[in-house]
């Protein structure tokens, strides 16, 4: 697959004018979404300049007030409004992400309102056995890349309980693993995040039924943590070659959050990109050359994680 593929090959005359069309409706959102944050902003900085001159009068309590009462009015009203406007982002999905997917490969369908469901990311053993969480999500890609079964979706996972956070945010891939096994196999990132507080405990601790196993190469130990139903199945899954690969797809998206998890045959891909990448800016002109090529570079770091771990290759344990 060329990376540097025109994506003037998407944007055709018929589809310019289908996106011109929609315009209107997304200069509105933006245009409201402006003057709800320049109000609540306005509100905030007088009753902040009356408090350090006054001390704390009632008219700062009155204006402090008044910013809650238009940040939660606002948001009814975005609500409300973006409610009868926002389709303009499902006509985008229609008209522009099946183009862009089809540069990817032939054999590929796309369901936008449909996402991987919770059970899957549950077996995927990514998230710790005992940690309550909901996922939503949305744009399932689901085909053959490579001749490898593959399925990616937008998701949203979060904890809930006392100690409600994002786990994750970003796309979440299952693809058909080249090696026949039973048993489970987690890469977690060795990083810490300060955006991210309890994070790494509560994924790597928590419920967790696989054991921590030290890797014995220092190079992939500084990027992977590792989780294991048992100390063979990691090693036998965790070759060297196949550890050199997981470091060249780690090393080439440094900037991303990426987790692999390895459960009865079949490899998970967490990309925690902090966004969805299927929908278009609401800052930007939806005929916008840049952000349908960010798409497509988002989506092609996902699939060519078929090639560069060689997923295709045919192993004779693996029927």
């Not at 309980?161 to 026949?180: C, M, P, Q, R, W």
């Not at 139903?229 to 060297?240: E, G, K, T, V």
């Not at 952000?291 to 770091?301: A, P």
Request: net charge positive; with cysteine.
């Amino acid at each position: 697959m060329n990376k540097n593929i025109s994506i003037d090959s998407v944007l055709d005359k018929d589809l310019v004018q289908k996106l011109e069309s929609l315009e209107p409706k997304r200069v509105k959102v933006n245009l409201i979404m402006k003057w709800i944050g320049r109000i609540s902003l306005s509100l905030f900085i007088i009753s902040l300049f009356i408090y350090f001159k006054d001390g704390g009068t009632d008219l700062f309590q009155i204006l402090l007030i008044g910013c809650v009462v238009v940040g939660v009015g606002g948001a009814v009203i975005y609500n409300l409004y973006t409610a009868k406007h926002l389709p303009y982002i499902d006509k985008y999905k229609e008209y522009v992400v099946p183009k862009i997917i089809s540069l990817i490969a032939d054999d590929l369908s796309y369901r936008p309102m449909q996402h991987i469901n919770e059970s899957r990311v549950a077996s995927s053993r990514i998230i710790a056995g005992n940690s309550n969480f909901k996922v939503n999500g949305s744009d399932l890609i689901n085909g053959n890349y490579h001749g490898i079964p593959i399925m990616l979706s937008y998701l949203r996972a979060r904890s809930t309980g006392e100690e409600s956070s994002t786990l994750f945010d970003g796309i979440f891939l299952v693809a058909d693993f080249k090696k026949d096994f039973k048993g489970s196999v987690i890469l977690l990132p060795n990083i810490t995040r300060k955006n991210k507080p309890g994070f790494l405990s509560r994924m790597m601790s928590k419920g967790r039924s696989e054991s921590y196993i030290q890797l014995e190469d220092t190079e992939f130990a500084k990027e992977y943590i590792c989780y294991a139903s048992d100390d063979i199945l990691a090693r036998y899954i965790l070759s060297f070659s196949f550890k050199d690969k997981l470091l060249e797809y780690r090393k080439r998206y440094p900037h991303f959050f990426v987790i692999f998890s390895f459960i009865d045959g079949v490899m998970h891909l967490v990309v925690d990109n902090k966004r969805n990448p299927f929908t278009p800016s609401l800052q930007k002109p939806l005929t916008d050359k840049n952000q349908m090529k960010s798409l497509f570079d988002e989506l092609m770091m996902v699939f060519e994680v078929v090639e560069v771990l060689e997923l295709n290759e045919k192993i004779w344990s693996k029927e």
